[in-house]
């Protein structure tokens, strides 16, 4: 499948979140030594770092800690320093007397096109979608999905969400069309909107949900990582709550692909990620979903599943990493990869360890271990 | 008054741990340092006006959710961190 996307090169930089602050990785030209920083903001709860691409020197961090309310950080000069937000996302105040909503956190940060320089989105716990115009300092509820009584009834309550409360994430900008977006929430589905978020509509058929609940209803979707492939934007793949999908666009059915993944290891996981120029190739970080969710890797045997033809097989890429015993996992936003030739391939895993591999899961390193619980990492090249 | 601040807020205020300022009330006080220290209120308190969940205002040794308590120039305003288990 042709792709317009050309490789990148040069050192990359990991920004990693975590349970007790942030992190960067940064490498050498050739990806293959690994300088660790100094943490930043030690004991913040750090749930995503990300960086501009359209300058590679902003960085915005979602932070919080177990007091404090939430905030975001922003960086101008690739992470030497760090300013705060002043007006970070907010739900409206309510009348006196009526229940109004609190964001916890800040889960999820996405830049927005490349023609809105500054402009940035974000995701919350409970689940808002916010917009900055002003690089980060001041951000605004967008659209009208946090106010809507059908969309609050779709994000469902505390209890309808993912443990430590429900999500929206996976905030998708079309490269082709600032004003066509996706986004996830968890619960909630999968929607999307192509007049700049003035209407969103659900894009959930196809989907399976938690055997016996209605799948017609938003509510009872749990997508847990939605990407969109840099070289082909009409294809899309999501691993969720029951199993792994693609979709092709325009069709508005996604297609469940993770009932090609071994039986013994199933379609149950948090990440996904999306080759920088292969439409046909992704990777999946496949977690015991069985039983009581024990969210550890399969058996204790750690390993990524990779497709090249947009998901009719699978292949196993576990090289380097230990054989059994390792009873990690790898969070939502913590897989990721670069745009080189071949491309990078990064996990940070819940027990605080970096791998990395230069040749497309081949074959993996660890580049960083004893941080606290890795819950975010991303590449970035950040300028000088 | 005298407002005594947390160490887990002490980055906004240049490390002072006791902060005097005039005000009627707890949200006057509050509004006071947010503006001498930007920020600050929302660790605090949320959108709604509440105190966040981990987060104890005591008025000298009485604690209050209200934000709208009255507080006299000689009292003792306490920003705490609440014991949350742990």
Request: hydrophobic share 35%; aromatic share 10%.
């Amino acid at each position: 499948m042709p792709s317009s996307v050309t490789a990148t090169s040069g050192a990359v930089t990991l920004l990693v979140g975590t349970r007790k602050g942030a992190f960067l990785l940064r490498s050498d030209g050739s990806r293959r030594t690994w300088r660790l920083s100094a943490p930043i903001f030690l004991g913040h709860i750090v749930h995503h770092v990300v960086s501009d691409p359209r300058d590679r020197r902003t960085i915005l961090m979602a932070a919080s800690t177990g007091h404090l309310g939430p905030t975001i950080f922003r960086s101008t000069d690739a992470g030497k320093t760090w300013t705060e937000a002043t007006t970070p996302p907010a739900f409206p105040k309510v009348p006196d007397g009526e229940k109004g909503r609190s964001v916890g956190h800040i889960f999820w940060l996405t830049p927005c096109h490349a023609n809105e320089p500054n402009s940035w989105y974000a995701g919350t716990s409970p689940q808002g979608l916010f917009r900055s115009d002003d690089g980060g300092l001041t951000w605004t509820p967008f659209s009208y999905i946090n106010i809507d009584p059908q969309y609050i009834e779709w994000m469902g309550t505390v209890q309808d969400g993912t443990p430590d409360g429900p999500k929206l994430h996976s905030i998708i900008v079309d490269p082709r069309n600032p004003k066509h977006l996706y986004f996830g929430m968890s619960g909630g589905g999968v929607h999307e909107s192509t007049d700049g978020g003035k209407t969103f509509k659900t894009l959930i058929q196809g989907l399976d949900v938690v055997e016996g609940f209605d799948r017609s209803t938003p509510t009872m979707h749990d997508p847990h990582c939605i990407r969109m492939c840099p070289g082909y934007p009409d294809r899309l793949y999501q691993q969720n709550h029951c199993g792994i999908y693609r979709i092709d666009r325009p069709s508005n059915e996604w297609v469940r692909i993770g009932r090609n993944m071994p039986k013994k290891v199933g379609d149950i996981g948090f990440p996904m990620v999306v080759h920088p120029r292969h439409a046909d190739i992704a990777w999946v970080f496949p977690m015991d979903g069985g039983t009581v969710w024990p969210r550890v890797s399969p058996d204790g045997k750690p390993a990524a599943y990779v497709t090249k033809n947009a998901g009719k097989s699978w292949s196993r890429q576990d090289k380097g990493f230990p054989r059994s015993n390792a009873w990690w996992t790898v969070k939502r936003q913590a897989m990721t990869g670069d745009a080189h030739d071949p491309a990078g391939l990064y996990i940070g895993t819940t027990q605080g360890e970096v791998w990395a591999s230069r040749n497309e899961g081949a074959a993996w390193t660890c580049i960083a271990r004893h941080l606290p619980e890795i819950y975010s990492v991303e590449a970035a090249l950040l300028g000088r | 008054m005298t407002v005594h601040i947390p160490s887990a807020l002490q980055s906004y205020t240049a490390q002072q741990r006791e902060i005097e300022v005039t005000a009627a009330t707890v949200a006057e006080a509050l509004s006071e340092l947010n503006r001498r220290y930007p920020g600050f209120r929302f660790r605090i308190v949320t959108e709604q006006d509440t105190v966040r969940p981990h987060m104890r205002i005591f008025v000298n040794e009485t604690q209050t959710f209200q934000l709208n308590a009255s507080i006299q120039q000689e009292d003792h305003v306490y920003i705490v961190c609440a014991l949350s288990g742990g």
